[in-house]
Protein backbone atom coordinates (compact mmCIF):
# COMPACT_ATOMS: atom_id res chain seq x y z
CA UNK A 1 0.00 0.00 0.00
CA UNK A 2 1.05 3.45 -0.68
CA UNK A 3 -0.69 6.60 0.09
CA UNK A 4 0.39 9.81 -1.94
CA UNK A 5 -0.08 13.38 -0.95
CA UNK A 6 0.49 16.19 -3.28
CA UNK A 7 1.62 19.59 -3.26
CA UNK A 8 2.29 22.59 -4.55
CA UNK A 9 -0.36 23.80 -7.17
CA UNK A 10 -1.58 27.69 -7.40
CA UNK A 11 -2.34 30.20 -9.79
CA UNK A 12 0.36 31.72 -11.99
CA UNK A 13 0.26 34.19 -14.65
CA UNK A 14 1.94 32.14 -18.38
CA UNK A 15 5.27 31.87 -18.73
CA UNK A 16 5.79 31.05 -15.60
CA UNK A 17 6.74 28.19 -13.11
CA UNK A 18 5.60 25.21 -10.40
CA UNK A 19 7.44 22.87 -8.79
CA UNK A 20 4.60 19.91 -7.70
CA UNK A 21 5.80 17.63 -5.02
CA UNK A 22 4.12 14.48 -4.00
CA UNK A 23 4.80 12.85 -0.87
CA UNK A 24 4.78 9.10 -0.45
CA UNK A 25 4.17 6.68 2.59
CA UNK A 26 4.51 2.96 3.03
CA UNK A 27 6.79 0.73 2.08
CA UNK A 28 9.31 0.67 -0.65
CA UNK A 29 8.71 3.93 -2.52
CA UNK A 30 12.11 3.03 -4.32
CA UNK A 31 10.34 0.11 -6.39
CA UNK A 32 7.52 2.20 -7.50
CA UNK A 33 6.87 3.55 -10.91
CA UNK A 34 5.50 7.61 -10.67
CA UNK A 35 3.68 9.54 -12.78
CA UNK A 36 1.99 12.66 -12.60
CA UNK A 37 -1.69 12.59 -14.83
CA UNK A 38 -3.62 16.08 -15.27
CA UNK A 39 -7.20 15.86 -15.54
CA UNK A 40 -8.81 19.54 -17.02
CA UNK A 41 -12.19 21.01 -16.45
CA UNK A 42 -14.63 18.11 -18.67
CA UNK A 43 -11.59 16.19 -20.29
CA UNK A 44 -10.41 12.50 -19.23
CA UNK A 45 -7.59 12.17 -17.23
CA UNK A 46 -4.51 12.67 -19.17
CA UNK A 47 -0.21 11.30 -18.68
CA UNK A 48 2.28 14.07 -18.43
CA UNK A 49 5.04 12.54 -16.94
CA UNK A 50 6.63 9.21 -15.47
CA UNK A 51 9.93 8.21 -13.88
CA UNK A 52 10.14 4.35 -13.33
CA UNK A 53 12.25 2.83 -10.31
CA UNK A 54 15.45 3.00 -12.18
CA UNK A 55 14.76 6.97 -12.94
CA UNK A 56 14.01 5.95 -16.73
CA UNK A 57 11.49 9.32 -17.71
CA UNK A 58 8.99 9.82 -19.69
CA UNK A 59 7.22 12.86 -21.32
CA UNK A 60 4.02 13.42 -23.25
CA UNK A 61 4.88 15.33 -26.41
CA UNK A 62 2.64 18.54 -24.87
CA UNK A 63 5.26 19.08 -21.78
CA UNK A 64 8.37 17.72 -23.06
CA UNK A 65 11.07 20.47 -22.57
CA UNK A 66 9.24 22.56 -20.35
CA UNK A 67 8.22 19.90 -17.41
CA UNK A 68 10.53 17.61 -15.89
CA UNK A 69 9.89 14.86 -13.53
CA UNK A 70 12.43 13.53 -10.68
CA UNK A 71 12.14 11.40 -7.42
CA UNK A 72 14.48 11.33 -4.19
CA UNK A 73 13.90 7.56 -3.10
CA UNK A 74 15.63 9.30 0.28
CA UNK A 75 12.63 11.33 0.94
CA UNK A 76 10.19 9.19 -0.54
CA UNK A 77 9.07 12.21 -3.18
CA UNK A 78 8.60 13.03 -6.52
CA UNK A 79 8.36 16.30 -7.99
CA UNK A 80 7.31 17.77 -11.22
CA UNK A 81 9.46 21.10 -12.34
CA UNK A 82 6.73 23.16 -15.00
CA UNK A 83 8.68 26.08 -16.61
CA UNK A 84 6.96 27.78 -19.32
CA UNK A 85 3.65 27.36 -17.95
CA UNK A 86 0.52 27.77 -20.56
CA UNK A 87 -3.05 28.61 -19.76
CA UNK A 88 -3.74 25.21 -21.77
CA UNK A 89 -1.93 23.36 -19.11
CA UNK A 90 -4.35 24.52 -16.45
CA UNK A 91 -5.80 21.33 -14.65
CA UNK A 92 -5.97 19.00 -12.06
CA UNK A 93 -2.58 17.63 -11.19
CA UNK A 94 -2.67 13.79 -9.84
CA UNK A 95 0.41 11.98 -8.39
CA UNK A 96 -0.46 8.00 -9.26
CA UNK A 97 2.02 4.68 -8.39
CA UNK A 98 2.76 0.93 -9.56
CA UNK A 99 4.92 -1.42 -9.51
CA UNK A 100 5.03 -2.58 -12.79
CA UNK A 101 2.48 -0.35 -14.64
CA UNK A 102 2.09 -2.18 -18.44
CA UNK A 103 1.64 1.44 -20.04
CA UNK A 104 1.02 4.80 -19.14
CA UNK A 105 -2.65 4.91 -19.19
CA UNK A 106 -4.58 5.58 -15.89
CA UNK A 107 -5.94 2.40 -15.28
CA UNK A 108 -2.41 0.80 -15.13
CA UNK A 109 -2.06 2.82 -12.03
CA UNK A 110 -3.58 1.77 -8.92
CA UNK A 111 -2.31 4.59 -6.41
CA UNK A 112 -3.58 8.15 -6.24
CA UNK A 113 -3.36 11.61 -4.57
CA UNK A 114 -6.26 13.76 -4.30
CA UNK A 115 -4.80 15.79 -7.14
CA UNK A 116 -3.40 19.48 -6.86
CA UNK A 117 -5.37 22.82 -8.71
CA UNK A 118 -2.55 24.36 -11.04
CA UNK A 119 -4.17 27.67 -13.21
CA UNK A 120 -2.59 29.12 -15.35
CA UNK A 121 -3.55 32.77 -16.71
CA UNK A 122 -3.27 34.30 -20.03
Known amino acids: QVQLVESGGGLVQAGGSLRLSCAASGRAFGNYAMAWFRQGPVKERDFVAAVTWNTKTFYADSVKGRFTISRDNAKNTVHLQMNSLKPEDTAVYYC????????????????WGQGTQVTVSA
Open 96 to 111: AADLAPRDFQPYYFNY
